[in-house]
């Protein structure tokens, strides 16, 4: 296999480094061997309570279950608004960057508490209280920031929907989770198009009986139906109401939201999450993840429709006072320069975004990087999917210019927060490897009879141990929590990845545990054979399953898309398996290509090779749950092109 190329941490980030290498150690001791006094300091010093706790953690991990400062009391809002107000109210808290590179705005503490408190009273006037599901279905506009705040101003529940789902979707999460009221915008505006956001809101209401309001943001101003009955225009509701709005004092389990997973690997599930664990865990992977310090410009392009614009464009930068960047637009419009042209335009510091994103733009060609100036990039970041090596060498010279440290964090939205990642002063970087244990995390490697794994090796990535900011429920449907997380292996939170520890202790994700492959008994992580194809440079995105095979138990079927400009041959095909012997040896070598003009994604981004794994298998009469596919006619095509029939 081809040598790892580790990057040092750079002397001059450990130097000023919120965590050193030393510190980290000390910590992470501190943290496992001593949690009690470890998480009361950290809360205490990251959380302002309404009440102090006297409990830190109460768990049993055979029933899934865990509570965090169980006694204590405080209001999310005003850890992320209210206490920076005396020092911060002219502070910018939110830019927001517009889908058109002509429209930016910047809101204030001040502006922000205004905002937040007017909606907090206006969804009172509603008849939300403390514990009512609300529904957030929104454009990436400030006004969803607001959204989300305002309900935990009131303690009510939200769920964010993300703005690209169909009205099907939207309608099966309303229900699901019971929402009563629900926020939106006339339409939303992504890449010039318009996305009629109040329109599906009213086809998913249609069998929504208990949703008795519907708060519209004015976005567009383009036509939309109306029900008197129901329908609002926020800014008329939100515009006459006051702007101080008393804080619900919540408890620190109370549930703070409920979000739904991207649906790689099966039916999405509604993650609850609650409060004081949450946003401690949010606020201090924030800090030190990213080495946060004061007046830094931070910049995640997730949408606030998943748990990664939750904790880090909303929960986690506010928590810290911080400036955070809010994109309404896509990293290719008006063309593939447009991310580094904000970075420019904001001077960003921090620029944290998921490899799909990468992969897209890396096979688009440097110049639209390099014409851009990004000297104000200091650290770099990725979450989603394993970061190939390759994507990540292009990230780390031609993006960061090789000064920016990269943090690969591998996290969950059952997770919360940071899970597995490098602190950028502590820790040597390996390109596509996720590293340490962020602090509190104890993940252990399991072997198939569930026994713990020492040393270097590879297995079913677990955790022994509760953190902060763990799911707390599945709604409506505790069982299944139990039973997909807390079930495979008893005593432990499984996570349905694989990992690999090498001799340093570092982790490398391989991938979902499901789609390992065993051939001729010889365990692959999908990962890692994706990694050796697109090093070829005619490839832009690969991803490998395995199909039934008579002789070697199971083949590996490879879906590959080529870069623009490089056309399928037999030739090609011959280098790839090369390639596949070369980087990792003859047991990696596809049995199958097929040329894919482009690979089925959730709405996140992610490859659902569950899906792909069926058409390599011939079963194509029951694909299971696509409702979070972003475009089925990517399925229809690579049926139709099947490699093996
Ligand atoms: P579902 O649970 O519905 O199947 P999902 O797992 O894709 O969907 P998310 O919670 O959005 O839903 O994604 C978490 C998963 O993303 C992780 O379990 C892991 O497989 C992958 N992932 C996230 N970050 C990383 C990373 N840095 N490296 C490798 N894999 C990552
Ligand atoms: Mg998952």
Known sequence: MSEVLTRPVSEQVASSAHISASKYDEMYRQSVEQPQAFWTEQANSFLQWDKPFTQVVEEDLNRGHCAWFADGQLNVTVNCIDRHLPQRANQTAIIWEGDDPADSET?????LSDEVNRLANALRERGI???????IYMPMIPQAAYAMLACARVGAVHSVVFGGFSPDALNNRILDSDCTLVITADEGVRGGRTIPLKQNVDKALATCPNVHSVLVVKRTGGDIGWHADRDIWYHELVDKQSTECAPESMGAEDPLFILYTSGSTGKPKGVLHTTGGYLLMAAMSFKYTFDYKEGDIFW???DVGWVTGHSYIVYGPLANGAVTLMFEGVPTYPDASRCWQVIDKHQVNTFYTAPTAIRALMGMGDHHVTNSDRSSLKLLGSVGEPINPEAWEWYYSVVGDGRCPIVDTWWQTETGAHMITPLPGAHNLKPGCATKPFFGV???LLDEKGEEIEGAGEGALAMKASWPSMIRSVYGDHQRMVD????TFKGYYFTGDGARRDADGDYWITGRIDDVLNVSGHRLGTAEIE???VLHPATAEAAVVGYPHDI??????????LKEGFEPSEELRKELIAMCNTEIGPIAKPDVIQWAPGLPKTRS?????RILRKIACNELDNLGDTSTLADPSVVDTLIEHRANK
């Open 107 to 111: 809101i204030t503490y001040q502006q």
């Open 129 to 135: 209280k403390k514990g009512d599901r609300v529904c």
């Open 300 to 302: 995640c392009t997730a």
């Open 442 to 444: 104890q993940p252990v």
């Open 484 to 487: 997909t997380y807390f079930s």
């Open 531 to 533: 990694s050796a194809i």
């Open 552 to 561: 070697k138990g199971q083949g590996i079927y490879c879906y590959v898309m």
């Open 605 to 609: 981004g992610k490859i659902m090779r």
